[in-house]
């Protein structure tokens, strides 16, 4: 208790709702909500960001089979997109004795499993594989999304403090950043390279059984251990929002749209480099060893953590709109950077004296442009504060269905990134190579060719690719994030007002409305249960 009490000081937690900054965190929930994502993102990268290296390296494809796949993707998650609204409008009428969120967290994690195990687990190829990931994508557009909304419209019920929630926020993307990095630390390890022994297409199957346990397993640090915010006792159910309610209560919030504009920008433009390009770039041009692409991006996932780990310490010190534009700067010239490396010299022979020298300035250039990875956290923050906003202005605070525009934007943004990507894919004819790798991979998981041997046969694959081909993926995995992200600063810059400042404001004049409405005298005796 005593270890407990010191950590609560020590950490700046707990206490009562307070005039001046809103209901406190509870280090319970400090603890228990972050940890929940930990498992979820693990699942959500190796889904969305390895699907399509997974189809790559393991399916011999035609351009029309290729052309189908990225048609499915950018469909489900369109449709994936514009359904976070209507599940957010969903969470906010839930009623349970379980609370609000936790069912749909629960309900939407098993399934989202059972999803996950037939996607790569099932031993399906050519049109048949085409169908089936047709149905298990809408169908992850729907499970994935009953957890998602439900477990990111909890975090801004749990305290309405801004140092608190600066926290919190800090401490849950630590944990999804831990849950993705870990992602793009064993996947590129055990599917390509040395460590694959048991080839491309087994690894995927164990490792997609991992992501569901984790999923699972992690979500119940929140469905079991996080206590919910009760209800406002004069707090009714309503009639359920209609599409166009829903719609309309979104787009009534001009500084929620200003948010979810910026990230969706944002989100497309860096989304070309992790969805893929910069997967293929590297295995062509140093060669299939995902040992070395992991090795690669240490420095960018140091930078982002750090930049997260600081950030309530920066955010007070300089203010949260000067981190925003460091970050966003960062990722500019490191962008610049790696493309006029790419196009100074070729890598030359493996592990060679060009390929250590080409090797090291990017990785040192990565560790930059990981800076950049503090955005997200950032405009995770403005969302959640034009919850404040929105009762300010309308007198509704609804939380589910605000911050199911941050899923709402990351899917959307996928599925532009996923038609930049696959563009860029044919005008490069990657196909042509992946193919060819696919075939040894499979022979190797059915024991038709030594494990011993997949490395060199690979390496003449990858070694015959023309220069211009490589060119083409540098140029575009490079200029695409630099136009975007450039374009994002500038709409952030004249039309995004919700600072500190303002916020406090707002939530100050809310406060003094429900007094002298005289609301909140049993909710506050409420709240200082839940702390």
Known sequence: MKLKNFLMKFLGFGGVPTEEGGTRLSMRNFVMFPLGTLGRDFLYNLFNGYLLAFVLFTKNLTDGQFASITIIIIAARIFDAFNDPIMGGIVENTRSKWGRYKPWQTIGAVLTGAVIIMVFCLPVDGWAFIGMLAAAYLLFSITFTMNDISYWGMMPSLTTHSEDRNKLTSFTQICAGAGGGLVGLVVPMFTAGALSFIGAVNAYRILAIVSVVLMIGFQLFTILGVKERPLPRNLKKEDALKLRDIFKTIL??????????????????????????????????????????????????????????????????????????????????????????????????????????????????????????????????????????????????????????????????????????????????????????????????????????????????????????????????????????SVAMIIYKKKFHLNETELEKMMAEVREKKRIEGIADGDVAEEIAFE
Not at 257 to 272: K, M, R
């Open 252 to 485: 009534k919030n001009d500084q929620l749209l200003i948010s979810a504009l910026v990230l969706l920008i944002i989100s497309v433009g860096s989304g070309v480099v992790t969805g893929g390009l910069q997967m293929s770039y590297f295995y062509f041009e140093f060669g299939y060893q995902g040992g070395w692409f992991t090795t690669l991006g240490i420095g960018g996932a140091i930078t982002s953590t750090a930049m997260v780990v600081l950030y309530p310490w920066l955010s007070n010190k300089f203010g949260r709109d000067k981190i925003f534009y460091f970050v966003l700067f960062c990722m500019i010239i490191g962008h610049a950077l790696f493309m006029v490396v790419g196009l100074s010299f070729s890598a030359g022979a493996y592990m060679s004296t060009t390929w250590w020298v080409k090797f090291v300035l990017m990785a040192i250039i990565s560790a930059i442009t990981g800076f950049g990875g503090g955005h997200y956290m950032i405009m995770i923050i403005n969302i959640a504060n034009t919850i404040e906003y929105n009762e300010w202005k309308h007198g509704r605070r609804d939380e589910g269905l605000i911050f199911s525009l941050r899923p709402f934007t990351a899917k959307m943004g996928s599925a532009l990134q996923q038609g930049l990507v696959s563009a860029v894919y044919m005008i490069a004819g990657v196909l042509t190579y992946t193919n060819q790798i696919s075939d040894i991979e499979n022979a190797v998981s059915s024991g038709d060719i030594a494990a011993e041997m997949k490395d060199a046969l690979i390496a003449e694959i990858t070694t015959s690719v023309p220069e211009k081909n490589k060119m083409i993926l540098l140029v575009c995995m490079c200029l695409i994030p630099m136009v975007f992200v």
